[in-house]
């Protein structure tokens, strides 16, 4: 069975936005307005909300252990203090 596919200009666009999306690119959205295009818009944004709220997470954790390694310099500064 050989089929010859033939791609539009919509399928290209949808590979390209699927493409990028894969890449890190989350920027790009589908130029279509038909349901395919749409649900493709719909996952890319739900991929880059999924990747900010990961983001956000990672700073979250990042500013704590600061704190943390910031306080752990300030008892060992007051522990030296207190040992003169």
């Given at each position: 069975?050989?089929?010859?596919?033939?791609?539009?200009d919509?399928?290209?666009?949808?590979?390209?936005?699927?493409?990028?999306?894969?890449?890190?690119?989350?920027?790009?959205?589908?130029?279509?307005?038909?349901?395919?295009?749409?649900?493709?818009?719909?996952?890319?944004?739900?991929?880059?909300?999924?990747?900010?709220?990961?983001?956000?997470?990672?700073?979250?954790?990042?500013?704590?252990?600061?704190?943390?390694?910031?306080?752990s310099?300030?008892?060992?500064?007051?522990?030296?203090?207190?040992?003169?």
């Amino acid at each position: 069975m050989n089929e010859v596919v033939r791609m539009t200009d919509r399928d290209r666009d949808l590979i390209r936005c699927l493409e990028l999306a894969s890449n890190g690119d989350l920027n790009a959205r589908p130029s279509g307005s038909d349901l395919l295009s749409r649900a493709v818009e719909m996952l890319v944004e739900a991929y880059a909300r999924s990747v900010a709220v990961s983001l956000d997470n990672v700073v979250a954790q990042t500013v704590g252990a600061n704190e943390t390694a910031v306080s752990s310099g300030q008892m060992l500064k007051v522990a030296r203090d207190v040992d003169v």
